[in-house]
Every structure is written in C-alpha cells, then in structure tokens.
C-alpha cells in the first residue's frame, strides 16, 4: 500500500497549457517536500512545505500544502517542454523515526 | 563536497550470485537512506540509518536484503541471494537531520539481475 498517492501518473500536454499534480494521503505529515527527477539521475529537491495551508511559489511553478497537512498539489502555468520530468512528492512520517517517504510520481510530458 | 557517491552505477549479474552496493554520503550529513524505484512500484524506502545507527528497517523486503553503515562516511546494500525480481535503481540519499532540511541523492545504481 502507498502512503502516498500521486494523480496523475502519466501526464502529456502541449506547451502553454496549465497543469496540476495532486498528491494526496489519509497520513499527516509534519513536512512536504516535490522534487523532480531527470533520466540518469537521481531526484532534487524542488520545494519543502511545512505549514497547513502554505503556499510557496517558484517562478510558474505553484506548491500548495494542504490545511490538515495531509495532501498537497503543484501547479504548473504556461508549460514548457523543459518542465519535463519525473515529479515526486515526499511526506516527512511523523511518529517515530523522521523517515521520507515518496509518492510513485508523476511522468510529464511538454509537448512543442 | 561531490554529492552523494553510489558505486557502481550499472551491476550486471547471474541469478544467486551476491550483489553488493555502495554509498558514500555527503560529508557531515547524519541520516542516510536507501531507496530502490521501479516503474511498477516507484521509490520506495527500504532502510534509513541515523548516526550509523539502522532506525526502520520496515521497507527491507526479505531476509535476503542487508544493510550496514560501520561509519559516517560509508553504507553497503548487500542482495544475497540474487534475484531476477531485485532489478531496480537502487538510489542512496543522505542529509543533515534537523527540523526540515533536504534529501541529497546519488546518481543511483542500475542492477540487472538475470
């Protein structure tokens, strides 16, 4: 079972087109975090949310974390087909070790 | 610092044999993870040391998976043995850990078990 659950898991659009990610859980977390992942590598961190509510922005990039801390979503205006990637949530579990856990990923696809 | 170093970055091997990987973390950093992802099951979290100390181990799939980190600067994943299902990306990441803080990940290790 996923603690985390990503929609969608593939996602190809045309450049200019808006888009939302959601990443939703029935687990609290004391922190969120999205990074994105290039082929080859491993994923880097994009955005942390840490407050219910929180909303941060990077450039046409939107991150939300939600009230009760339990789902967040990342918002994407105007795509370019360098916002190609993997895009991964992560959950900080609050009881007991601080361990991150991700969600499967969302595959995105900005077609020219 | 060079980031997080995961040797070696392609494993090719028979089924049955002993797979070993491993990590050097970012130097000063106190928690290291290992994750292995796959396109049916994505990243998934099998152990997490803090202070070379294993905290969970939960996500370790079987008896056949080991992990150890005799000191801050190195961690080994050990397969023994071998499985066709094990191929994967298996990714090291560490970080300091205090309050909220960044996973560093390495470039991972592609095994292929045949």
């Known amino acids: 079972t996923q603690l985390l659950e990503q929609s969608p898991q593939f996602l190809s659009i045309q450049e200019g087109e808006n888009l939302t990610v959601y990443c939703n859980s029935s687990?609290?977390?004391?922190?969120l975090q999205w990074y994105r992942q290039e082929p080859g590598e491993g994923p880097v961190l994009l955005v942390t949310v840490v407050t219910g509510g929180e909303v941060k922005k990077l450039k046409r990039l939107t991150f939300q974390f939600g009230d009760a801390r339990k789902d967040s979503s990342l918002h994407i205006t105007a795509a370019q087909p360098g916002d190609t990637g993997l895009y991964l949530c992560?959950?900080?579990?609050?009881?007991?070790?601080?361990?991150?856990?991700f969600g499967q990923g969302t595959r995105l696809t900005i077609n020219p | 610092d060079a980031g997080v170093i995961q040797s070696p970055r392609h494993e090719v091997t028979e089924m049955g044999q002993e797979v070993t990987l491993r990590c050097k973390p970012i130097?000063?950093?106190?928690?290291l993870f290992w994750y292995r992802q796959t396109m049916m099951r994505g990243l998934e979290l099998l152990i997490y040391?803090?202070?070379?100390?294993?905290?969970?181990d939960s996500g370790m799939p079987e008896d056949r998976f080991s992990a150890k980190m005799p000191n801050a600067s190195f961690s080994t994943l050990k397969i023994q043995p071998s499985e066709p299902r094990d191929s994967a990306v298996y990714f090291c990441a560490s970080r300091y850990d205090r309050e909220v803080t960044e996973a560093f990940f390495g470039q991972g290790t592609r095994l292929t078990v045949v």
């Open positions: 130097s000063g950093h106190n928690s």
């Open positions: 040391f803090n202070n070379n100390v294993p905290i969970d």
């Open positions: 992560a959950g900080e579990v609050i009881q007991g070790a601080q361990k991150l856990v």
């Open positions: 687990s609290v977390f004391s922190s």
